[in-house]
């Protein structure tokens, strides 16, 4: 099945800098990849994704890259505040057959502390 | 409703209970995932509904925990004779099967 890495597990920026997260996926048939933001206590809240016929999508401060190639896909936050700070988790879909077409399967997580 | 519902939001149980979780999906959605997340901890995959396929139960750590889905509507989970092991907040998300999944705001399970 697919297995999803997520890296760094933890990561501390000064208020203004960028904030990147890094996955990497293994089924190269997973095509659509979202990611999420969890805060304390509360249920993980889409935040944006992208699919695998688009190679960046941007969305205000956020953005995702995708390399299908390399089968990895990251986070970018630029002029981040501290009200990013939280757990971030990416999540690949398998678009193939079976028991788990469409299953959403996630990274291990990141939390993202931002410095005042 | 507008979002993914689950009740109860906490419940406390003795060790050795039965608990029941529910999850009411987004109206339309035809697929369903639970989750759980220990304390501090990523989302552990449990369970996988999808339209009318048999469901994904690749990620129930015992024969204790069982799902079921009432066609593409409420889901339950189940665990049977609760152990202090158990104690998490268990999510539950829904989505179309090529589309964006949402989460609820999660069952906060304590075993005493």
């Known amino acids: 099945g697919e297995n999803v890495e997520q890296h760094p597990s933890t990561l501390s920026v000064q208020e203004g800098d960028s904030a990147v997260i890094k996955c990497t996926y293994s089924d190269s048939a997973s095509n659509y990849f979202p990611w999420y933001k969890q805060e304390l206590g509360k249920g993980p809240q889409l935040i944006i994704d992208i699919r695998s016929n688009v190679g960046e999508k941007k969305d205000q401060r956020i953005a995702v890259t995708l390399n299908k190639t390399a089968k990895h896909f990251s986070l970018h936050i630029t002029e981040t505040q501290p009200e990013d700070s939280a757990v971030y988790f990416c999540?690949?879909?398998?678009?193939?057959?079976?028991?788990?077409?469409?299953?959403?399967?996630f990274g291990q997580g990141t939390i993202l502390t931002v410095h005042p | 409703g507008a979002g993914v519902s689950q009740s109860p939001s906490n419940k406390v149980t003795e060790k050795g209970k039965d608990v029941e979780l529910r999850c009411d999906p987004i109206s339309g959605h035809t697929a369903l995932y639970w989750y759980r997340q220990r304390l501090g901890q990523g989302l552990e995959f449990l369970i996988y509904?999808?339209?009318?396929?048999?469901?994904?139960k690749s990620g129930l750590p015992s024969d204790r925990f069982s799902a079921e889905r009432t066609g593409e509507s409420v889901s339950t989970l189940t665990i049977q004779r609760t152990q202090q092991e158990d104690s998490a907040v268990y999510l539950c998300?829904?989505?179309?099967?090529?589309?964006?999944?949402?989460f609820g705001q999660g069952t906060r399970l304590t075993v005493v």
């Open positions: 998300a829904s989505s179309f099967v090529t589309a964006a999944a949402f």
């Open positions: 999540a690949a879909r398998v678009a193939a057959g079976g028991t788990s077409y469409g299953k959403l399967t």
């Open positions: 509904f999808q339209g009318n396929s048999a469901p994904d």
